[in-house]
T-cell receptor
Framework: GEDVEQSLFLSVREGDSSVINCTYT??????LYWYKQEPGAGLQLLTY?????DMKQDQRLTVLLNKKDKHLSLRIADTQTGDSAIYFC????????????FGQGTILTVHP | DAMVIQNPRYQVTQFGKPVTLSCSQT?????MYWYQQKSSQAPKLLFH???????NEADTPDNFQSRRPNTSFCFLDIRSPGLGDAAMYLC?????????????FGSGTQLSVL
């Protein structure tokens, strides 16, 4: 099955850029997703990228996709304390309709 | 606003006492999912409904069941909760348009088992 890996922790200062990395194994994925989860809450879709794109920018968020290396990254510019959360990379996996396989999540901590 | 609503927000049950978690959606999506998320772990898919078709994941314990009486509602039944079933349960929906598996999640139900 699909395997999705993320680093567990990232700590940055307010105003700096954050880069969260993700690797996956299934090369047939069409869309790849980033979700954000605040403490005690559900998952919020942040952004996604179609697999024929290398980059997608959405305000402070930039997604980079290296399909050859099966590497996905999320860059948050001008990181704010409100960005502190867990960020999940998610990749379609298996034959089930809409089944997403999530990475284990990266805990982003933003220091003032 | 169109959304996915889960009730209750927090649920406490006793070991072995059946419990039902609820999810409703106003998005008119044809697919509804139940994910289990334990502390500091990735969400894990338990099962999903594609319209009325139930799809169980191979490793989902028999203790977990689901019902979808109509498009808007989906229930998760835990027949005999064990201590290991304490987790956040997340409901999600998807319209599956153009092969985009974009999922919309509810706020989750945090289940405690005493």
């Amino acid at each position: 099955g699909e395997d999705v890996e993320q680093s567990l922790f990232l700590s940055v200062r307010e105003g700096d850029s954050s880069v969260i990395n993700c690797t996956y194994t299934d090369s047939s994925s069409t869309y790849l997703y980033w979700y954000k989860q605040e403490p005690g809450a559900g998952l919020q879709l942040l952004t996604y990228i179609f697999s024929n794109m290398d980059m997608k920018q959405d305000q402070r968020l930039t997604v980079l996709l290296n399909k050859k290396d099966k590497h996905l990254s999320l860059r948050i510019a001008d990181t704010q304390t409100g960005d502190s959360a867990i960020y999940f990379c998610a990749v379609p996996g298996g034959t089930s309709y809409g089944k997403l396989t999530f990475g284990q999540g990266t805990i982003l901590t933003v220091h003032p | 606003d169109a959304m996915v609503i889960q009730n209750p927000r927090y649920q406490v049950t006793q070991f072995g006492k059946p419990v039902t978690l609820s999810c409703s959606q106003t998005l008119n999506h044809n697919v509804m999912y139940w994910y289990q998320q334990k502390s500091s772990q990735a969400p894990k898919l338990l099962f999903h409904y594609y319209d009325k078709d139930f799809n169980n994941e191979a490793d989902t314990p028999d203790n977990f069941q689901s019902r979808r009486p109509n498009t808007s509602f989906c229930f998760l039944d835990i027949r005999s909760p064990g201590l290991g079933d304490a987790a956040m349960y997340l409901c999600a929906t998807s319209g599956l348009k153009s092969g985009n598996e974009k999922l919309f999640f509810g706020s989750g139900t945090q289940l405690s088992v005493l």
